[in-house]
């Protein structure tokens, strides 16, 4: 009957017990759960306090759907994290009212939270989602036995650019530097983020060293070459000649007397992270590696692995 009512404007998914409850929340996405506390085994009171426990779960709104009228009950199912309770018989308009409000404000909450993470010149999620992002990746390649890539790179000489044409320009530098790496890393397991002023880091899960090496000198290919008016792509980078000449009329000089166009210079590092092994160590080696590049002549890659590439 509820389904009825709200298949017209939503997207809804019918389970008939509390375990089966609990394994769609986990693998679905959903706006708003509503739940029928009377059910065999598992009540709906013991399911909404299991959701409440899941970190990712407790915030999907949960609306308890009852015979059981009394305050007791009502308080019960409130206390125990519920947004709403209806009980039977229920008037439809009401139901689709109440479902109607309680998803807005998921969404609204939803919104507010992606605007706080995301950086509000570039438009790539910001230092706070990265800090959350990357402990949660490294702890999906431990459990998943899989190599992760860290990458820390930055816009060559930034400040003297700063310095020549002034902070307007070296925001749209920033922007358009961190539009076009943001373009070359759209896998699922790709993650990209604003570090901090001209910094950016990357984490690239399920890549090992060659393969993540190979990939971040392309995306250094479509910054540094493809920002570079007549710069010329290097013999490694040859099929991406397409990419250089299309964004070749951007024309962004640096200052002559440093460099002729802008740069990035890339450090990074593959790993197989083990229990007990902290990343931020190896945050330090993708920094040092960039430091290298930065070291040996800017506009470069030098990963780490078992060996030094550049």
């Not at 693998?27 to 598992?42: A, E, F, Q, W």
């Not at 209806?86 to 309680?102: G, L, Q």
């Not at 479509?222 to 710069?231: D, E, F, S, T």
């Amino acid at each position: 009957f509820l389904s009825s009512i709200l298949t017209g404007d939503y997207e809804v998914a019918v389970v008939n017990t509390a375990e089966e409850g609990l394994e769609q929340a986990k693998v679905g996405d959903y706006s708003l759960i509503l739940l029928d506390v009377i059910m065999p085994g598992t009540d709906g009171f013991q399911l909404l306090k299991m959701l409440q426990e899941e970190v990712v779960l407790r915030r999907i709104p949960v609306i308890l759907i009852t015979s059981l009228n009394d305050i007791q009950h009502e308080e019960k199912g409130l206390t125990l994290g519920a947004v709403d309770y209806i009980t039977k018989p229920f008037h439809p308009a009401i139901v689709r009212a109440r479902v109607n409000t309680h998803i807005k404000l998921f969404q609204y909450w939803n919104q507010v939270e992606r605007d706080a993470t995301i950086d509000q010149l570039t438009g790539v999620p910001n230092r706070r989602r990265y800090e959350d992002v990357s402990r949660k990746r490294w702890q999906d390649a431990i459990r998943l036995g899989s190599p992760i890539s860290i990458c820390m790179f930055d816009i060559d000489k930034f400040k003297v650019y700063n310095d020549t044409f002034g902070h307007p320009a070296g925001d749209k530098v920033i922007k358009a530097v961190a539009e076009t790496v943001a373009s070359k890393l759209r896998r699922g397991t790709d993650f990209f983020a604003r570090y901090g002023g001209e910094e950016f880091v990357a984490i690239l899960l399920g890549d090992d060293a060659e393969t993540a090496f190979s990939h971040m000198r392309k995306v250094r290919a479509a910054v540094c070459v493809g920002l570079i008016l007549g710069g010329g792509a290097e013999s490694d980078f040859a099929h991406l000649q397409k990419v250089r000449q299309a964004v070749e009329a951007l024309q962004i000089p640096h200052n002559p007397e440093v460099s002729e166009w802008v740069t990035i210079s890339i450090g990074g590092i593959t790993v197989h992270p083990k229990v007990g092994t902290a990343y931020d160590t190896y945050l330090k080696m993708a920094d040092a590696m960039l430091y290298d590049a930065k070291r040996l002549g800017r506009n470069r890659v030098v990963w780490m692995d078992e060996k030094i590439h550049q």
